[in-house]
């Protein structure tokens, strides 16, 4: 994992459109799973930071489109949504276009521009007001940095790739709230 953390820090130093050439289906699943991990971690992190800034309350707690998803019946659903429709679709706008900036300054800066349009697309699942937008960089920071792993899985992989482990970290987070809301009920 150390080795896929070190690629993942150079690439996002100086990112270039080189896919990997190594085909083997059991090496592009171990550095999958190695992303995969390093999504979590960061995004539970940086939710953190947040929860830390709300805890002494400089950030406000604001509402988010998950706490509508809350009774057992639109579960299911808000993991369907989450996990299988809303990757395939982000992925395809905004990952699908990436392999189509040849020159190298403008592939940085396109892989640069698409996470942060990424990111903020997602402020729109909180509930608007002053606080938001006054802390959206914290708010929105999960989703620049998965995005940006997405981005890199892309250019080495292929869009599947991005697609599937888009997925799968959706999946996961969604799985374990669902899972401690209704332990909490």
Known sequence: ????????IAFFRNPILEEDSNQNFL?????????????ITVSFFLSLVNGLLTSIGVLHEN????????DGTKGLQFFFVAAIVAPFFE??????????FKKPK????????????????????????????LFSPLLVAPQFFVGMIFGYIRVKFGLLWSILL???????????????NNATN
């Open 91 to 100: 992925e395809l706008i905004f990952r699908g276009p990436l392999t189509l």
């Open 63 to 70: 509402k988010h489109v998950i706490d509508s998803y809350l």
């Open 1 to 8: 994992m150390n080795k896929t953390l070190n690629e993942l």
């Open 166 to 180: 888009h997925g799968t970290y959706n999946g996961v987070l969604v799985s374990l709230f669902l899972l401690a």
């Open 27 to 39: 090496y592009r699943f171990k550095i999958f799973l190695s992303l995969l991990w390093i999504s």
């Open 106 to 133: 403008i592939f940085r800066l396109a892989f640069y521009t698409i996470g942060f349009i990424f990111a903020y697309v997602h402020i729109f699942n909180f509930e608007m007001n002053l606080n938001v937008v």
